[in-house]
């Protein structure tokens, strides 16, 4: 069975997810890990971010591959080299978008997706998974919550990371994010039809994943 979740940055995806994978005995990919890797490749080599052909040249000759760990953490490898940690600075999150809307790019990266989901049973989180990569999975969630719900909980994970940002700059960079997600002409994001609505602003991280459950089984 594949479990699709989609919804904007901040919003609990990955955080349920990894639970609801783990709960479910199922694999867990975090697509947009995938796109990070991409930017980070592109940054470390000097690649500038708008020369499009360049950076979908970089995605055809890379390997990106997830791995999922026994303590339910999941490891992401660039090239052979785990960058689970790098990719999530604050310099990968400012490009990212930039780097995702690119339709060649999106391409190449849709189909390593689709192959690892293919393997068996999966939860996929992302911005286009209900959508375009998987719009036939059993089971479509659209996790969601407000601008200010979201803006808080991104900044207490950048800190738990120690990364030092200030709360209106991780603000400002959602609200940058969600422009660019929703208004791309590539796999915007938006809500799949027959997806599952669910607003996390007032609920536990177990209690959305207790209605995920539900829904599954």
């Known amino acids: ?32 890990a995938m796109y990070r890797a991409l930017t980070l490749k592109a940054l470390d080599n000097g690649v500038d971010i708008n020369d499009e052909a360049r950076i979908n040249e970089l995605a055809l000759n890379t390997n990106i591959d997830l791995r999922s760990n026994t303590d339910g953490s999941l490891s992401v490898l660039l090239d052979g080299e785990d960058v689970s940690l790098e990719i999530r600075k604050p310099r990968i999150t400012q490009y990212v978008s930039d780097v995702s809307k690119i339709k060649e790019v999106r391409e190449v990266l849709v189909g390593m997706q689709r192959k690892l989901g293919e393997k068996g049973d999966c939860v996929l989180e992302g911005r286009d998974i209900g959508t375009v990569v ?46 660019i997600d929703s208004t791309r002409q590539v796999s915007p994001l938006r809500k799949a039809e027959d997806a599952i609505y669910i607003d996390t602003s007032s609920l536990s991280i177990e209690e959305v994943v207790q209605k995920m459950l539900e829904f599954c089984k």
């Open 1 to 32: 069975m594949i479990v699709a979740i989609d919804g904007p940055a901040g919003a609990g995806k990955s955080t349920v997810a990894k639970i609801l994978a783990r709960r479910l005995g199922f694999l867990y990919i975090d697509t947009g």
């Open 134 to 179: 998987f719009p036939d999975a059993q089971k479509k969630f659209f996790i969601d919550a407000s601008a200010a719900v979201r803006v808080n909980r991104r900044f207490k994970e950048l800190k738990g990371l120690n990364q030092d940002v200030a709360e209106a700059d991780v603000a400002k960079d959602l609200s940058n994010r969600d422009k």
